[in-house]
């Protein structure tokens, strides 16, 4: 099946500072990624639509000014965290539809902000 | 928006028998909906899914039942075994028919 790549697999900042996740398709181009956020034991949780050329759409109650969205290519979907805090911590997963319409996901990035 | 519930949130059962997670959609444009299996810090893989214009789908162990009338579909496992225990997600494709929303997930255990 088609490969979604993600980087870094985990990562812990301080408090205030930015993060940045990137997501590759590596064997297709996507001209859209969709980004997730998973809480411990809950669902993942759609954030934003990220478009290539244009600008991300977030969903309802995510803050666009603190999780920065850029698609600058059919192939990488970058989201960076900004002024991190504790409660931001969570497990980011993208994801890509390949042309057949089916989803494949990141391995997914940890976030633990001291 | 589209929502999507799932039932039940933890499930139990002996090796050998069969086990059954419901979903219910809210959209009615939905068209797509696809279970995945996640083991703990891992990503979601998908185990089957299902497109509006048929009403099963069968994969060895695994089947999934969609009533696009009542607005919900069904994961069926038969024969389960200590390595399905995982959390089961269903999912629905939202309005643009891209992105997915998922249901909360069950916690599936298979005891031997």
Not at chain 1, 19 to 25: A, M, Q, T
Request: aromatic share 10%; charged share 20%.
């Amino acid at each position: 099946g088609a490969v979604v790549s993600q980087h870094p697999s985990w990562v812990i900042c301080k408090s205030g500072t930015s993060v940045k996740i990137e997501c590759r398709s590596l064997d297709f181009q996507a001209t859209t990624m969709f980004w997730y956020r998973q809480f411990p034991k809950q669902s993942l949780m759609l954030m934003a639509t990220s478009n290539e050329g244009s600008k991300a759409t977030y969903e309802q109650g995510v803050e666009k000014d603190k999780f920065l969205i850029n698609h600058a290519s059919l192939t990488l979907s970058t989201l960076t965290v900004t002024s991190a805090h504790p409660e931001d911590s969570s497990f980011y997963i993208c994801s890509a539809n390949e042309d057949t319409g089916e989803l494949f996901f990141g391995e997914g990035s940890r976030l633990t902000v001291l | 928006g589209e929502n999507v519930e799932q039932h039940p949130s933890t499930l139990s059962v002996q090796e050998g028998d069969s086990a059954v997670i419901k979903c219910t959609y809210s959209d009615s444009a939905s068209n797509y909906f696809p279970w995945y299996k996640q083991e703990l810090g891992k990503r979601p893989q998908l185990i089957i899914d299902i497109r509006s214009n048929v009403g099963e789908k069968k994969d060895q162990r695994i089947a999934v039942t969609l009533n696009k009338t009542a607005k919900h579909f069904s994961l069926h496992i038969t024969e389960t075994q200590p390595e399905d225990s995982a959390v089961y997600f269903c999912a629905a494709n939202n309005q643009a028919g891209t992105a997915l929303i998922f249901g909360k997930g069950t916690t599936l255990s298979v005891s031997s």
